[in-house]
């Protein structure tokens, strides 16, 4: 408790193995430095371009060629500036590298938005013709077909520079709210289990959620949650903001809704985002049941929002880092040699920052670029919460480096539909990893409950998320306000719905909304529950069909954009455009429910 007490360290006094190797991107920042320069010059060979695309498929494959090498620079020029902000939001030198590096992609993407529309300006009989005639510019096929897809919402080229220009403004609403969030707010000092005043912060939260002392709980809960209460009005203006630029573009590229202008860029038909919702409304009954037992079992009266996380069994499952890394290489070894051999690597090269230091952003995350190694931000506690993270976020990254080495700069990518599966595959594998090992009878408890809670929170409280997004945004679109008192209505009403009679909803929760980061991140969290689902199925192939099942999901690993999402999963073993994974991962939920009731009744 010592070191809760005397504050959270600084980044000056963390051992070097335990933090990230951005020295392998950059060497120093003057080297940055030097490359941000040359960046500002090279986009604006891109002129030389203009006109002339239609000219022959050679100008057209040069163009992408140029298009490819400057992108992979300047993500790499970005990765870096933005995970150095992150490591230390406070740090005002790598804010300014950040937005410097955000405002060169803004200038950049406004200087190459002539290229789409000179494109098709050109019949798709000319862009087959120079496919036929070029067999390097067939490396591009993909990236034609789509650009004449979208005919229907490709603007002029004055209007689509208008736009492009307009890009860095409309970021604003995010990016003051995660300045706000994680270096402006003041979280409050609550007392601990031994009656120690400590530091309430993002990473320990749910650490104090876990606590066996309620008023431990209801402290760290209240004091969260009415610390965003008093700021509810500025967050209802930052997320206002970014809903209405949602709403603007979709409407400027002639998309019914913001929604189809997201799921539109990755071929996801919007039906897929109804059925989730749709089915995962009709188990509700199986998270009330849940929430039943929670009740019995921790013998309240009432079961309030602050005792929602809190495990059923008294059991804590200890795991250090040099414990969590084996345990990552034991839990993984179906998925094959090759894989343990990278996530090794990922240890060796330190792809990884662990621990939670003074100004470091929240949460966890994997970033990386096409022309970098993966990197892994953590803010470690030692819990098996953070085990499964650590898991979770190493399915991010090796997908990234499979990705990287199959396939071009191009295709070398995955969009967010797909990036959830590789990351909770990786955790369901662990999961059944240490039920399998684990022979105490409380530590199978212990675990199976954290099954359930991840996937309610994962899984349930996911889509309740994608529920309240599609809301906010119907309700901009339809020229409603969105004030504070109404994000909050409706957020409570939905915990009221997910949750059932049996849960008393505080009124807190109703200003949670506030804190959560990916709203700002246009239709995103969805796909936390698709992808659920999706992996569910995969590591039950990969369990009960071994090395055939495994090839088939290193091969998705290794698609990138080279197809369309839906169609990658497909080839993987898993139809998304069906109810029936999402029903499967509803079954598992029921099946480990019934698994953890049988064995705390013995």
Sequence with gaps: MAEENTGLKTREEVPTDLTWDLEAIFSNDEEWEKEFEALKEEYKKVE???????????????????????????????????MRSDQDTTNSKYQDQNARAASLATEAMSAFSFVTPEILGMSDEQIESFLQQNEELKKYEKTLRDIIKSRPHVLSEKEEILLAKSQEVSTTAGKAFSMLDNADLELPKIKNEDGEEVQLSNGRYRDFLDSKDREVRKSAFLGMHNTYKSFKNTFAATLSGQVKGANFYADARNYDSAREASLDRNNIPEK?????????????????????LKKKVLGVDELHMYDIYTPLVDEKIEVTIDEAKQHVLEGLKPLGEEYNSILQKAYDERWIDWLETKGKRSGAYSSGSYLTRPYILMNWNDNIDNLFTLAHELGHSLHSYYTHQNQSKRYGSYSIFVAEVASTANEALLNDYLLKTLEDKNKKLYLLNNFLEGFRATFFRQTMFAEFEHEIHKRDQNGEALTADKLTSIYYDLNKKYFGNNVHVDEEIGYEWARIPHFYMNYYVYQYATGYAAATTLADKILTEGDVAVERFKDYLKAGRS????????KAGVDMTTKDPIFKALDVFDAKLDEFEKLLAE
């Design 272 to 292: 897929v985002y109804d059925q989730l919702v749709d089915a995962v409304n009709d188990r509700l009954p199986s998270l009330h049941r849940f929430m039943d």
């Design 48 to 82: 030389k371009f203009k006109g002339t695309l239609a000219n022959s498929p050679e100008n057209l494959l040069e163009l992408f060629q140029f298009e490819d090498d400057f992108d992979g620079r300047l993500e790499k020029l970005y990765v870096y500036a933005h």
């Design 563 to 570: 197809e369309d999402p839906i169609d990658v999963l497909k």
